[in-house]
Protein backbone atom coordinates (compact mmCIF):
# COMPACT_ATOMS: atom_id res chain seq x y z
CA UNK A 1 0.00 0.00 0.00
CA UNK A 2 1.39 3.43 -0.97
CA UNK A 3 0.45 6.16 1.62
CA UNK A 4 1.25 9.80 1.28
CA UNK A 5 2.68 11.21 3.98
CA UNK A 6 2.15 14.38 6.09
CA UNK A 7 4.98 16.25 4.24
CA UNK A 8 4.09 15.29 0.93
CA UNK A 9 0.49 16.78 1.80
CA UNK A 10 2.13 20.04 3.48
CA UNK A 11 4.71 20.44 0.08
CA UNK A 12 2.40 19.80 -2.43
CA UNK A 13 -0.34 22.28 -0.68
CA UNK A 14 2.65 25.49 0.08
CA UNK A 15 3.58 25.33 -3.81
CA UNK A 16 -0.02 24.84 -4.97
CA UNK A 17 -0.53 28.33 -2.52
CA UNK A 18 2.55 29.78 -4.57
CA UNK A 19 1.26 29.24 -7.67
CA UNK A 20 -2.46 30.43 -7.00
CA UNK A 21 -1.58 33.64 -5.23
CA UNK A 22 0.91 34.38 -7.86
CA UNK A 23 -1.68 33.98 -10.33
CA UNK A 24 -4.32 35.67 -8.18
CA UNK A 25 -1.92 39.09 -7.52
CA UNK A 26 -0.49 39.09 -11.12
CA UNK A 27 -4.56 39.59 -12.78
CA UNK A 28 -5.06 42.42 -9.87
CA UNK A 29 -1.78 44.13 -10.87
CA UNK A 30 -2.75 43.71 -14.56
CA UNK A 31 -6.63 45.65 -14.56
CA UNK A 32 -5.82 47.72 -11.87
CA UNK A 33 -1.93 48.86 -12.16
CA UNK A 34 -1.22 48.95 -8.34
CA UNK A 35 1.45 46.60 -7.41
CA UNK A 36 1.11 47.66 -3.39
CA UNK A 37 -2.60 46.92 -3.60
CA UNK A 38 -2.12 43.65 -5.45
CA UNK A 39 -0.09 42.30 -3.20
CA UNK A 40 -2.17 43.15 -0.11
CA UNK A 41 -5.08 40.94 -1.86
CA UNK A 42 -2.31 38.08 -2.40
CA UNK A 43 -1.35 38.24 1.37
CA UNK A 44 -5.45 38.16 2.62
CA UNK A 45 -6.00 35.64 0.29
CA UNK A 46 -3.46 33.29 1.35
CA UNK A 47 -5.00 33.53 4.76
CA UNK A 48 -8.74 32.94 3.62
CA UNK A 49 -8.01 30.11 1.04
CA UNK A 50 -6.40 28.38 3.76
CA UNK A 51 -8.92 28.60 6.06
CA UNK A 52 -12.02 27.91 3.33
CA UNK A 53 -9.99 24.82 2.03
CA UNK A 54 -9.71 23.29 5.41
CA UNK A 55 -13.16 23.63 5.72
CA UNK A 56 -14.00 22.82 2.53
CA UNK A 57 -12.15 19.37 2.55
CA UNK A 58 -13.43 18.54 6.07
CA UNK A 59 -16.70 18.80 4.69
CA UNK A 60 -15.92 16.88 1.48
CA UNK A 61 -15.44 13.79 4.15
CA UNK A 62 -19.15 13.57 5.35
CA UNK A 63 -20.14 13.69 1.72
CA UNK A 64 -20.83 10.30 0.62
CA UNK A 65 -21.60 11.27 -3.40
CA UNK A 66 -19.22 9.30 -5.46
CA UNK A 67 -17.27 7.27 -3.44
CA UNK A 68 -17.62 3.45 -4.69
CA UNK A 69 -16.36 0.28 -3.43
CA UNK A 70 -14.43 -1.46 -5.68
CA UNK A 71 -15.21 -5.42 -5.44
CA UNK A 72 -12.51 -8.17 -5.98
CA UNK A 73 -13.57 -10.87 -7.94
CA UNK A 74 -12.34 -14.51 -8.29
CA UNK A 75 -11.75 -15.81 -12.02
CA UNK A 76 -12.39 -19.61 -12.25
CA UNK A 77 -11.26 -20.98 -14.48
CA UNK A 78 -12.50 -25.14 -14.98
CA UNK A 79 -11.81 -27.72 -17.68
CA UNK A 80 -10.22 -31.26 -18.46
CA UNK A 81 -5.99 -31.42 -18.19
CA UNK A 82 -4.02 -29.91 -20.58
CA UNK A 83 -7.26 -27.78 -22.17
CA UNK A 84 -5.39 -24.70 -21.32
CA UNK A 85 -6.36 -23.46 -18.38
CA UNK A 86 -2.97 -22.61 -16.57
CA UNK A 87 -1.84 -20.62 -19.99
CA UNK A 88 -5.15 -18.69 -20.32
CA UNK A 89 -5.27 -17.92 -16.47
CA UNK A 90 -1.56 -16.91 -16.95
CA UNK A 91 -1.93 -14.52 -19.37
CA UNK A 92 -5.06 -12.84 -17.79
CA UNK A 93 -3.43 -12.05 -14.44
CA UNK A 94 -0.05 -10.72 -15.78
CA UNK A 95 -2.21 -8.56 -17.70
CA UNK A 96 -4.62 -8.02 -14.43
CA UNK A 97 -1.68 -7.11 -12.11
CA UNK A 98 0.11 -3.91 -14.25
CA UNK A 99 -3.53 -2.42 -13.11
CA UNK A 100 -4.15 -0.44 -9.98
CA UNK A 101 -5.57 -3.83 -8.25
CA UNK A 102 -4.27 -6.46 -5.64
CA UNK A 103 -4.65 -9.59 -7.52
CA UNK A 104 -3.20 -13.04 -6.92
CA UNK A 105 -2.45 -16.26 -8.81
CA UNK A 106 -3.65 -19.79 -7.54
CA UNK A 107 -2.88 -23.12 -9.64
CA UNK A 108 -4.11 -26.10 -8.96
CA UNK A 109 -0.63 -27.50 -10.02
CA UNK A 110 1.10 -25.65 -7.40
CA UNK A 111 -0.87 -25.96 -4.63
CA UNK A 112 -1.14 -29.61 -5.05
CA UNK A 113 2.70 -29.24 -4.27
CA UNK A 114 2.05 -28.47 -0.83
CA UNK A 115 -0.30 -31.38 -0.40
CA UNK A 116 1.88 -34.46 -1.94
CA UNK A 117 -0.51 -36.58 0.32
CA UNK A 118 -3.61 -35.80 -0.97
CA UNK A 119 -5.11 -37.95 -4.12
CA UNK A 120 -7.48 -37.96 -6.95
CA UNK A 121 -10.45 -39.56 -5.60
CA UNK A 122 -14.09 -37.77 -5.29
CA UNK A 123 -13.89 -37.63 -1.39
CA UNK A 124 -10.34 -36.04 -1.81
CA UNK A 125 -10.91 -33.79 -4.50
CA UNK A 126 -13.52 -32.56 -2.62
CA UNK A 127 -12.04 -32.12 0.62
CA UNK A 128 -8.77 -30.32 -1.30
CA UNK A 129 -11.09 -28.03 -3.16
CA UNK A 130 -13.19 -27.21 0.29
CA UNK A 131 -9.45 -25.70 1.69
CA UNK A 132 -8.34 -24.30 -1.50
CA UNK A 133 -12.07 -22.34 -1.31
CA UNK A 134 -11.66 -21.23 2.40
CA UNK A 135 -8.32 -19.78 1.28
CA UNK A 136 -9.15 -17.91 -1.67
CA UNK A 137 -12.35 -16.41 0.40
CA UNK A 138 -9.52 -14.74 3.16
CA UNK A 139 -8.05 -13.20 0.45
CA UNK A 140 -11.48 -11.86 -1.41
CA UNK A 141 -12.80 -10.60 1.83
CA UNK A 142 -9.64 -8.62 1.90
CA UNK A 143 -9.81 -6.81 -1.44
CA UNK A 144 -7.64 -9.12 -3.03
CA UNK A 145 -9.09 -10.77 -6.68
CA UNK A 146 -7.66 -13.90 -7.56
CA UNK A 147 -7.14 -15.58 -10.60
CA UNK A 148 -7.56 -19.69 -9.88
CA UNK A 149 -7.21 -22.42 -11.99
CA UNK A 150 -8.51 -25.87 -11.05
CA UNK A 151 -9.04 -28.47 -12.92
CA UNK A 152 -12.24 -28.41 -10.22
CA UNK A 153 -14.14 -31.84 -12.07
CA UNK A 154 -17.26 -31.35 -9.39
CA UNK A 155 -20.67 -29.38 -9.74
CA UNK A 156 -20.13 -29.60 -5.96
CA UNK A 157 -17.02 -27.83 -5.07
CA UNK A 158 -17.59 -25.09 -8.14
CA UNK A 159 -21.38 -24.35 -6.25
CA UNK A 160 -18.89 -24.29 -2.78
CA UNK A 161 -16.84 -21.90 -3.82
CA UNK A 162 -19.86 -19.88 -5.15
CA UNK A 163 -21.67 -19.87 -2.18
CA UNK A 164 -18.66 -18.36 -0.42
CA UNK A 165 -17.78 -15.81 -3.17
CA UNK A 166 -21.55 -14.49 -4.28
CA UNK A 167 -21.90 -12.76 -7.34
CA UNK A 168 -17.96 -11.95 -7.26
CA UNK A 169 -17.67 -15.71 -8.47
CA UNK A 170 -16.67 -15.89 -12.29
CA UNK A 171 -16.85 -19.54 -13.45
CA UNK A 172 -14.99 -19.28 -16.86
CA UNK A 173 -15.27 -22.60 -18.70
CA UNK A 174 -12.26 -23.53 -20.58
CA UNK A 175 -13.64 -26.22 -23.27
CA UNK A 176 -11.73 -28.41 -25.30
CA UNK A 177 -12.83 -32.17 -26.09
CA UNK A 178 -10.39 -35.16 -24.70
CA UNK A 179 -8.84 -35.65 -27.70
CA UNK A 180 -7.73 -32.03 -28.60
CA UNK A 181 -6.77 -32.30 -24.85
CA UNK A 182 -4.59 -34.99 -25.36
CA UNK A 183 -2.71 -33.48 -28.52
CA UNK A 184 -1.95 -30.87 -26.56
CA UNK A 185 -0.52 -32.96 -23.44
CA UNK A 186 2.92 -32.40 -23.50
CA UNK A 187 3.57 -34.60 -20.06
CA UNK A 188 2.15 -37.59 -21.44
CA UNK A 189 -0.35 -37.84 -18.96
CA UNK A 190 -3.50 -38.90 -20.62
CA UNK A 191 -1.56 -42.00 -22.20
CA UNK A 192 -0.43 -42.55 -18.69
CA UNK A 193 -3.97 -42.57 -17.60
CA UNK A 194 -4.78 -45.20 -20.43
CA UNK A 195 -2.61 -46.96 -19.94
CA UNK A 196 -4.04 -47.30 -15.91
CA UNK A 197 -0.82 -46.19 -14.61
CA UNK A 198 -2.58 -42.71 -13.26
CA UNK A 199 -6.02 -43.30 -11.19
CA UNK A 200 -8.78 -41.42 -11.13
CA UNK A 201 -7.53 -39.18 -14.13
CA UNK A 202 -10.53 -36.69 -14.94
CA UNK A 203 -11.65 -37.25 -19.09
CA UNK A 204 -10.24 -40.72 -19.22
CA UNK A 205 -11.42 -42.62 -15.61
CA UNK A 206 -12.89 -39.89 -13.68
CA UNK A 207 -15.78 -38.22 -15.00
CA UNK A 208 -15.75 -34.15 -15.39
CA UNK A 209 -18.95 -32.57 -14.98
CA UNK A 210 -19.47 -29.97 -17.55
CA UNK A 211 -20.51 -26.45 -15.91
CA UNK A 212 -24.09 -25.47 -16.79
CA UNK A 213 -24.13 -21.72 -16.75
CA UNK A 214 -20.59 -20.39 -16.77
CA UNK A 215 -19.73 -16.51 -17.34
CA UNK A 216 -17.74 -17.21 -20.25
CA UNK A 217 -16.93 -20.64 -22.52
CA UNK A 218 -13.25 -20.51 -23.72
CA UNK A 219 -13.21 -22.79 -26.87
CA UNK A 220 -9.35 -23.61 -27.35
CA UNK A 221 -9.81 -26.28 -29.51
CA UNK A 222 -11.18 -22.92 -32.17
CA UNK A 223 -8.78 -19.72 -30.50
CA UNK A 224 -5.69 -18.87 -29.61
CA UNK A 225 -4.50 -18.21 -26.17
CA UNK A 226 -4.25 -15.06 -26.98
CA UNK A 227 -7.90 -14.06 -28.05
CA UNK A 228 -9.40 -16.40 -25.61
CA UNK A 229 -7.24 -14.01 -22.84
CA UNK A 230 -8.90 -11.07 -24.62
CA UNK A 231 -11.82 -12.58 -24.34
CA UNK A 232 -11.74 -12.53 -20.76
CA UNK A 233 -10.05 -9.24 -20.37
CA UNK A 234 -13.41 -7.68 -22.42
CA UNK A 235 -15.81 -9.34 -20.02
CA UNK A 236 -13.67 -8.17 -16.93
CA UNK A 237 -13.91 -4.50 -18.04
CA UNK A 238 -17.49 -4.55 -18.83
CA UNK A 239 -18.44 -6.45 -15.68
CA UNK A 240 -16.52 -5.86 -12.75
CA UNK A 241 -13.69 -2.91 -13.87
CA UNK A 242 -16.16 -0.07 -14.62
CA UNK A 243 -16.38 2.78 -12.58
CA UNK B 1 -10.92 -1.51 -1.72
CA UNK B 2 -12.96 2.18 -2.17
CA UNK B 3 -12.54 4.23 -5.08
CA UNK B 4 -12.96 7.76 -5.92
CA UNK B 5 -14.96 8.22 -8.96
CA UNK B 6 -14.57 10.58 -11.37
CA UNK B 7 -17.89 12.92 -10.88
CA UNK B 8 -17.03 13.11 -7.46
CA UNK B 9 -13.51 14.77 -8.03
CA UNK B 10 -14.90 16.60 -10.55
CA UNK B 11 -18.07 17.75 -8.79
CA UNK B 12 -15.24 18.66 -5.78
CA UNK B 13 -13.30 20.47 -7.95
CA UNK B 14 -16.15 23.06 -8.93
CA UNK B 15 -17.30 23.04 -5.46
CA UNK B 16 -13.81 24.49 -4.42
CA UNK B 17 -13.34 26.75 -7.79
CA UNK B 18 -16.42 28.23 -6.67
CA UNK B 19 -15.84 28.97 -2.90
CA UNK B 20 -12.08 30.23 -4.37
CA UNK B 21 -12.93 32.97 -6.44
CA UNK B 22 -15.62 33.99 -5.13
CA UNK B 23 -13.24 34.85 -1.91
CA UNK B 24 -10.94 36.44 -4.94
CA UNK B 25 -14.12 38.61 -6.45
CA UNK B 26 -14.78 39.40 -2.90
CA UNK B 27 -11.12 40.67 -2.27
CA UNK B 28 -10.80 42.59 -5.21
CA UNK B 29 -14.05 44.38 -4.68
CA UNK B 30 -13.26 45.04 -1.04
CA UNK B 31 -9.46 47.00 -1.85
CA UNK B 32 -11.09 48.59 -5.07
CA UNK B 33 -14.87 48.97 -4.67
CA UNK B 34 -15.29 48.33 -8.63
CA UNK B 35 -17.32 45.26 -8.69
CA UNK B 36 -17.32 44.74 -13.09
CA UNK B 37 -13.38 44.57 -12.77
CA UNK B 38 -13.43 42.39 -9.54
CA UNK B 39 -16.13 40.04 -12.01
CA UNK B 40 -13.32 40.10 -14.74
CA UNK B 41 -10.41 39.26 -12.65
CA UNK B 42 -12.88 36.02 -11.14
CA UNK B 43 -13.53 35.32 -14.84
CA UNK B 44 -9.78 35.35 -15.62
CA UNK B 45 -8.43 33.42 -12.54
CA UNK B 46 -11.01 30.53 -12.87
CA UNK B 47 -9.62 30.01 -16.55
CA UNK B 48 -5.56 30.53 -15.38
CA UNK B 49 -6.42 28.21 -12.09
CA UNK B 50 -7.73 25.17 -13.91
CA UNK B 51 -5.01 25.08 -16.81
CA UNK B 52 -2.25 25.64 -13.92
CA UNK B 53 -3.70 23.24 -11.43
CA UNK B 54 -4.06 20.75 -13.73
CA UNK B 55 -0.27 21.29 -14.45
CA UNK B 56 0.80 21.30 -10.63
CA UNK B 57 -1.17 17.90 -10.67
CA UNK B 58 0.59 16.38 -13.52
CA UNK B 59 4.03 17.34 -12.31
CA UNK B 60 3.05 16.15 -8.87
CA UNK B 61 2.70 12.71 -10.34
CA UNK B 62 6.52 12.36 -11.11
CA UNK B 63 8.07 13.40 -8.18
CA UNK B 64 8.39 10.72 -5.64
CA UNK B 65 9.20 12.44 -2.61
CA UNK B 66 6.93 11.50 0.52
CA UNK B 67 5.77 8.79 -0.62
CA UNK B 68 5.79 5.97 1.15
CA UNK B 69 5.37 2.00 0.60
CA UNK B 70 3.20 1.25 4.15
CA UNK B 71 4.65 -2.80 4.43
CA UNK B 72 2.09 -5.69 5.52
CA UNK B 73 3.26 -7.05 8.63
CA UNK B 74 2.38 -10.94 10.29
CA UNK B 75 2.26 -11.13 14.45
CA UNK B 76 2.85 -14.62 14.99
CA UNK B 77 1.51 -15.47 18.67
CA UNK B 78 3.12 -18.80 19.87
CA UNK B 79 3.23 -20.44 23.20
CA UNK B 80 1.50 -23.20 24.82
CA UNK B 81 -2.10 -24.68 24.75
CA UNK B 82 -4.49 -22.64 26.87
CA UNK B 83 -1.82 -20.09 27.64
CA UNK B 84 -4.12 -17.39 26.05
CA UNK B 85 -2.64 -16.34 22.59
CA UNK B 86 -6.02 -16.28 20.95
CA UNK B 87 -8.04 -13.74 23.43
CA UNK B 88 -4.94 -11.60 22.96
CA UNK B 89 -4.69 -11.76 19.48
CA UNK B 90 -8.69 -11.57 19.31
CA UNK B 91 -8.24 -8.08 21.30
CA UNK B 92 -4.78 -7.17 18.86
CA UNK B 93 -6.80 -8.03 15.79
CA UNK B 94 -9.98 -6.00 16.78
CA UNK B 95 -8.47 -2.90 17.63
CA UNK B 96 -6.27 -2.99 14.37
CA UNK B 97 -9.58 -3.96 12.04
CA UNK B 98 -10.69 -0.29 12.80
CA UNK B 99 -7.55 0.77 11.33
CA UNK B 100 -6.89 1.66 7.70
CA UNK B 101 -5.54 -1.11 6.88
CA UNK B 102 -6.23 -4.96 5.52
CA UNK B 103 -5.88 -6.87 8.19
CA UNK B 104 -7.14 -10.79 8.81
CA UNK B 105 -6.76 -12.75 11.87
CA UNK B 106 -5.97 -16.75 10.92
CA UNK B 107 -6.08 -19.35 14.40
CA UNK B 108 -4.86 -22.52 14.40
CA UNK B 109 -7.83 -23.98 16.21
CA UNK B 110 -9.70 -22.53 13.01
CA UNK B 111 -7.39 -24.00 10.72
CA UNK B 112 -7.33 -27.20 12.01
CA UNK B 113 -11.11 -28.01 11.04
CA UNK B 114 -10.25 -27.46 7.74
CA UNK B 115 -7.71 -30.46 7.95
CA UNK B 116 -9.74 -32.78 10.58
CA UNK B 117 -7.16 -35.78 9.09
CA UNK B 118 -3.95 -34.38 9.91
CA UNK B 119 -2.21 -35.10 13.42
CA UNK B 120 -0.59 -33.60 16.13
CA UNK B 121 3.10 -35.74 15.12
CA UNK B 122 6.22 -33.65 14.65
CA UNK B 123 6.00 -34.32 10.84
CA UNK B 124 2.54 -33.42 10.82
CA UNK B 125 2.95 -30.46 12.43
CA UNK B 126 5.76 -29.15 10.22
CA UNK B 127 3.68 -29.86 6.97
CA UNK B 128 1.10 -27.75 8.73
CA UNK B 129 1.90 -25.27 9.57
CA UNK B 130 4.55 -24.92 6.33
CA UNK B 131 1.22 -25.00 3.89
CA UNK B 132 -0.83 -22.59 6.76
CA UNK B 133 2.70 -20.50 5.71
CA UNK B 134 2.17 -20.10 2.51
CA UNK B 135 -1.08 -19.28 2.83
CA UNK B 136 -0.27 -16.47 5.33
CA UNK B 137 2.74 -15.00 2.92
CA UNK B 138 -0.09 -15.19 0.09
CA UNK B 139 -1.98 -12.44 2.22
CA UNK B 140 1.21 -10.53 3.43
CA UNK B 141 2.34 -10.54 -0.40
CA UNK B 142 -1.01 -8.75 -0.74
CA UNK B 143 -0.55 -5.78 1.37
CA UNK B 144 -2.94 -8.06 4.03
CA UNK B 145 -1.25 -7.99 7.69
CA UNK B 146 -2.24 -10.92 9.17
CA UNK B 147 -2.29 -11.79 13.09
CA UNK B 148 -2.04 -15.33 13.38
CA UNK B 149 -2.16 -17.63 16.78
CA UNK B 150 -0.76 -21.60 16.64
CA UNK B 151 0.90 -23.44 19.48
CA UNK B 152 3.86 -23.85 16.83
CA UNK B 153 5.73 -25.47 18.82
CA UNK B 154 8.73 -26.18 16.93
CA UNK B 155 11.68 -23.44 16.06
CA UNK B 156 12.17 -25.08 12.56
CA UNK B 157 8.37 -23.82 12.03
CA UNK B 158 8.36 -20.75 12.87
CA UNK B 159 11.84 -19.91 11.51
CA UNK B 160 10.43 -21.30 7.99
CA UNK B 161 7.64 -18.57 8.08
CA UNK B 162 10.06 -16.00 9.42
CA UNK B 163 12.28 -16.63 6.25
CA UNK B 164 9.60 -16.19 3.83
CA UNK B 165 7.80 -12.85 5.44
CA UNK B 166 11.21 -11.57 6.81
CA UNK B 167 11.65 -8.08 8.47
CA UNK B 168 7.73 -7.87 8.84
CA UNK B 169 7.59 -11.23 10.32
CA UNK B 170 6.86 -10.15 14.58
CA UNK B 171 7.26 -13.39 16.73
CA UNK B 172 5.27 -12.93 19.78
CA UNK B 173 6.02 -15.32 22.51
CA UNK B 174 2.66 -15.65 25.12
CA UNK B 175 4.92 -17.20 27.87
CA UNK B 176 3.05 -18.71 30.92
CA UNK B 177 4.25 -21.83 32.36
CA UNK B 178 2.55 -25.45 32.37
CA UNK B 179 0.60 -25.02 35.54
CA UNK B 180 -0.67 -21.39 35.30
CA UNK B 181 -2.33 -23.35 31.75
CA UNK B 182 -3.38 -25.44 33.66
CA UNK B 183 -5.54 -23.76 35.61
CA UNK B 184 -6.44 -21.56 32.79
CA UNK B 185 -7.51 -24.39 30.43
CA UNK B 186 -11.55 -24.24 30.88
CA UNK B 187 -11.78 -27.10 28.24
CA UNK B 188 -9.74 -29.77 30.62
CA UNK B 189 -7.66 -30.81 27.33
CA UNK B 190 -4.64 -31.08 29.87
CA UNK B 191 -5.85 -33.10 32.21
CA UNK B 192 -6.80 -35.15 29.21
CA UNK B 193 -3.56 -35.50 28.41
CA UNK B 194 -2.19 -36.62 31.22
CA UNK B 195 -4.30 -39.13 31.13
CA UNK B 196 -3.25 -40.47 28.34
CA UNK B 197 -6.41 -39.46 26.35
CA UNK B 198 -4.84 -37.07 24.26
CA UNK B 199 -1.42 -37.94 22.48
CA UNK B 200 1.28 -35.52 21.60
CA UNK B 201 0.18 -32.92 23.84
CA UNK B 202 2.18 -29.95 23.49
CA UNK B 203 3.47 -29.22 27.64
CA UNK B 204 2.55 -33.01 28.51
CA UNK B 205 3.60 -35.40 26.12
CA UNK B 206 4.92 -33.03 23.59
CA UNK B 207 8.13 -30.93 23.39
CA UNK B 208 7.73 -26.95 23.33
CA UNK B 209 10.87 -24.97 22.22
CA UNK B 210 10.84 -21.61 23.41
CA UNK B 211 11.27 -18.59 21.04
CA UNK B 212 14.96 -17.58 21.57
CA UNK B 213 14.43 -13.92 20.40
CA UNK B 214 11.16 -12.70 19.75
CA UNK B 215 9.97 -9.48 19.30
CA UNK B 216 7.81 -9.23 22.02
CA UNK B 217 7.13 -11.65 25.42
CA UNK B 218 3.64 -11.68 26.55
CA UNK B 219 3.63 -13.13 30.45
CA UNK B 220 -0.02 -13.96 31.29
CA UNK B 221 0.84 -15.18 34.08
CA UNK B 222 0.96 -11.56 35.62
CA UNK B 223 -0.28 -9.58 33.21
CA UNK B 224 -4.01 -9.40 32.12
CA UNK B 225 -5.22 -9.85 28.40
CA UNK B 226 -5.79 -6.54 27.61
CA UNK B 227 -2.08 -5.40 29.47
CA UNK B 228 -0.94 -8.05 26.90
CA UNK B 229 -2.68 -6.48 23.90
CA UNK B 230 -1.91 -2.79 24.78
CA UNK B 231 1.76 -4.27 24.95
CA UNK B 232 1.11 -5.69 21.41
CA UNK B 233 -0.30 -2.24 20.02
CA UNK B 234 2.42 0.22 21.40
CA UNK B 235 4.88 -2.53 19.55
CA UNK B 236 3.06 -2.01 16.47
CA UNK B 237 2.57 1.85 16.54
CA UNK B 238 6.09 2.22 17.40
CA UNK B 239 7.57 -0.02 14.81
CA UNK B 240 5.62 -0.69 11.89
CA UNK B 241 2.86 2.02 12.06
CA UNK B 242 5.14 5.07 11.96
CA UNK B 243 4.60 7.69 9.03
Given at each position: MIIE?????????????????LTTVAL???????????????GLEVLLKLLFNFLHERAWLFIKFGKKKMEPFVLWFTGLPACGKSTIADLVYNQLSDRELEVERVDGRDVRKLFPEVGFTRQERIAHLKRVSHMIRMLEKNNVSVVASFISPYKE?????????????????????????????????????EKGEIQNFTG???????????????DTETLSAEQCTQQVINYIEKHLLKR
Open positions: TKYRSLIKAITWRIIATVYMFFGRLELAAAVGSRDEIRQMIKENFIEIYVKASVESCKRRDTKGMYLRAISDVYEEPRSPALVL
